[in-house]
């Protein structure tokens, strides 16, 4: 499946941000989806995932209760909803997709999409 992220740029603190991730060439509903991200000079992180049915979604501790995932099947979307930003929130977004639910390493994502760039300033 071919990913491509949206909704980048550049948002004051505090300020909120949504994501989206389009889905082609397969399938989109199998796969349990994620977000990932990776600040400048730093590894890439888990940020959150959803299953194949958008069910059970997974945070990491430093987003759970700021940002909301989601998808949407029928248009082969999905969604990564950022309120309260931080300065600490700065980076490149990727969306991924895996066969496994509820996986936060990267290793079990088989496809990326390129990614897009959130800078939140202070």
């Known amino acids: 499946v071919q990913l491509v992220e949206s909704g980048g740029g550049l948002v004051q603190a505090a300020g909120s941000l949504r994501l989206s991730c389009a889905a082609s060439?397969?399938?989109?509903?199998?796969?349990?989806m994620a977000w990932f991200r990776q600040a400048p000079g730093k590894e890439r992180e888990f940020v959150a995932a959803?299953?194949?049915?958008?069910?059970?979604?997974l945070y990491s501790d430093s987003v759970k209760g700021r940002f909301t995932i989601s998808r949407d099947n029928a248009k082969n979307t999905l969604s990564l909803q950022m309120d309260s930003l931080k300065p600490e929130d700065t980076a490149v977004y990727y969306c991924a997709a895996s066969r496994i639910a509820g996986v936060r390493v990267d290793r079990a994502y088989e496809s990326w999409g390129q990614g897009t760039l959130v800078t939140v300033s202070s």
């Open positions: 060439g397969q399938t989109f509903s199998p796969y349990a």
């Open positions: 959803i299953t194949w049915r958008g069910g059970f979604p």
